[in-house]
């Protein structure tokens, strides 16, 4: 019976540590807030069209080696063309590109969203020398699903590092823009040598940009998260 004791303990300890571990990747919008969306899917939302992302990049495991290859995923409601740019590449699903790069991640919504209505747009951070995350510095823990907050808490001893993008969706159109973070991810497995992954970071540590109508006011603001929650309950 004491054993059996000791083994439930060191099972729910296992548990309780992967449950506030801080994920391998993090997309956190400086200066927005961290909202309750549907219940289930969390995000750090932004209204403003011109912004910065802090895309963080953690080796929240010892056997990590790399966090290399990594990609900008925006999901928007824009249904043609490509209101980003050349220096974006749009696909018709998730999947499809999953399949470019040969992986099965773990999608979310709306980025595993098929919708009529929602573009994937992919841009390869590895092109402004953001494609890798180095050891560098402490990073912190960017978890939305602690509504209200404005701040990521920190993460002693998360080692990584942590890139800054800009945006600026002003005079395009959209609705809404959704973002997650892909990399591929190196362990070392001692015997069994390196092995590698991709990887997305989870949907309590996304980030959200969304419009908001000209006027300041609660009520305006009200009526643009409700049409946004309406969005990610219909994918």
Known sequence: MKMLRLIITGILIGLSSSAFAVPALQVHGVGSTAVDLTGDEDSWLLTDPTGSLELIGTYQSKN??????????????????NPFGSDYAKFDSAEAFEQSIGANLNR??????????????????SLVGMGSFARVGETKDCNADV???TDCASASNSIGQIHTFD?????????????DLVALITDDKGN?????SWDINPGSHDSTWVKVPESSSVLMLFVGLI???????KN
């Open 64 to 81: 990590v080696v790399s966090i290399t290859n990594a990609f900008l995923i925006l999901t928007t409601d824009a249904v043609s063309g």
């Open 108 to 125: 979310h919504s709306p980025y595993g969203s098929d919708a009529a209505l929602v573009d994937t747009f992919v841009y390869d951070l």
């Open 147 to 149: 509504p209200g907050t």
């Open 167 to 179: 945006y600026d969706f002003s005079g395009l159109g959209l609705a809404s823009v959704h973002f």
């Open 192 to 196: 069994r040598g390196l092995s590698s």
């Open 227 to 233: 049409s946004l929650v309406a969005v990610r309950r």
